[in-house]
Structure formats: C-alpha cells, structure tokens
C-alpha cells in the first residue's frame, strides 16, 4: 500500500502512532514533526531501526514542508493538564496551538484527510474544521473510537465472548458526557439483555449486565491509566491507526468519528461523534442510528456541553 501520511506531534501519541503505522506495513512515507527537534530526530532514528522486518519505508524527522502531498495527516499537538488547570484553561491552551499549526500544515497538504486527535478532540476537531477552509468530508477527530472500543473489551469480558461479534458504540463527546445507545447495541444479532438470556438457556455462567457500570467503566478508564502509568497511548495510537485503515480502504466503514453536525439529531453546529461513513473519500455521510428519546436528549445534552466551552474560548 502506497500511502504519505504526516503525524503532528512526537510525544507519547504522536511516537506510538508512528512506530505502529511502521510496523503494520499501513505506509510507504511516514513524516514526523515536533518542535522539539531532537525529539523528533530520536523517535525517528528508534522506529527505523527496526524496519527491516518489513517492505521498506521511509521515515521522516521533518518539517511542514515534508508534509507535501499527504494522504493523510495526523494532529497529536497539545499539552496535557496540568494539576489546578481548568477545563477551559487547557482548551484554550491547546485551541492556540492549532491554530498556529493550522495554517501552516493546510498549506502544504491541502488535499490530504485530517484526523485530529489532540484534546479535547471535539473541540479541536471543530476549530479546525472553522479555521482550515477545507471541505468538512476531509476533517474527522479521532472521537469515541476509543471509547467504543473500551466498551466492547467490556462487553467481551464481560459475557467472555469475542470483541467481533459485538456491535455497540459509545457517542457524544469524548469525555464526561458521552453515553451509550444501548438501543443500538447488539451482540450477534441479539440485544445485550437478549444475548444474556440466551447465554443463561445454555448454562453459561453470566451476570445480568450494569449498564450504568459499564458506562462508568469506559468513561474513568482513561484516568485510570493515567493515574497508573501517567499517560495513555497504546489503545489511542490502536483507534487511529484503525481509522487510517479505513480512509485507505477500497470501500466504507462505519466509526464513531467526531465531526460536524448539520441538523442531524436536531443538532447544529458542533463536532461530537456518532455513526459515520468513512473511507477512501474521507467522512461521506452519517447515518442515523435508531435511538429512542432519552438517547436523543442524552446526545444533545452531550452537543450544549460542548457548545457552553466552544462559547468560553476564543477563536
């Protein structure tokens, strides 16, 4: 597979993202930019070193203008919070990084996919979307993706079943108010309730499913981590990886990508994730997946959280 892509931030993300792409033989270019340049310059020189087990590839400690002629672009620029820092504080922090990067990867690249995925990905996915210029089927935050797939790891665990006969998602924002649509979750076919009744008919040892715990369960999972090892990055370089998959597919998938809505669900003017159409040609569509209204108000709840900080920040 003959693919550019171009990924904006060497930190734990940024690096993960890269030596994964690597090594899953997804790239034949792969460009890193950091403006710490000795970092970039050592994440690099660690990566290919261990390309021979692989097609060749060629890595990049490079600038924007390496980024010429991505297929695809990866934003991981930002910084983590800081103990005592508001929500709002980090935004706006990250907010202005993105828009000094902004101008000057658009420039060079501007035919590429854009995955965002620096934090809060929502927010960040719709400053760019305001400020870059570009058709909206070309920008997609990374979203729930991670969040979906911390639920159906739950889920797998949970009724010890595989993660690939489980279809569930999570949407809203990353982030405290995201939700899951169980009216939508399925498991082979059966809902979650149905699937439970049937495993206990063949005398599989289950327990009813806590749906609230399980939502508790993906939504703290990240800080969990955090707390744990102080970062998370393995699960995240995963999801975006997935979803650079997809863009590089011959047909469409559906992910819960972050981008903007247009009157679907009622809701405006805001980047969340829900079920969308993603492939060769970027986001080509969402498709509404049946909800029942307290889902639907859960999710334009979700879209006034976001719309409240995206009115605190300054753009």
Known sequence: MSSKITIIGAG????????????????????????????????????EQGTCFRS?????????????????????????????????????????????????IVKEAPNAKYIIVSNPVDIMTYVFTKMSGLPENQIMGSGTILDTARLRYGLSEHFKVAQGNIHAYVFGEHGDTSFIPWTGAYISG??????????KAHGKDVKPLDKEAMLEYVQKSGGKVIAKKGATFYAVSATVCQLVGLILAASDS??????????????????????????PNGIQGKVQMRMNKEEVALLKKSADALKEVIAQIEL
């Open 12 to 47: 734990s993300v940024g690096s993960t993202i890269a030596y994964t792409l690597a090594h899953d033989e997804i790239a034949s270019e792969i460009v890193l930019i950091d403006i710490n340049k000795e970092k970039v310059e050592g994440e690099v020189m660690d990566i």
């Open 56 to 104: 060749p590839v060629s890595l990049v400690a490079g600038d924007y203008a390496d980024a010429k002629d991505s297929d695809i672009v990866i934003i991981t620029s930002g910084i983590a919070r800081k103990p005592g820092q508001t929500r709002i504080e980090l935004t706006q922090t990250n907010v202005n990084i993105l828009k000094s990067i902004t101008p000057q």
């Open 254 to 279: 559906l992910a819960t990508v972050s981008s903007m809505l247009h009157g679907e669900y009622g809701i405006e003017d805001v980047c969340l994730s829900t079920l969308t159409l993603v492939g």
């Open 190 to 199: 059966l809902s979650t309730d149905e699937y439970y009744e049937e495993m």
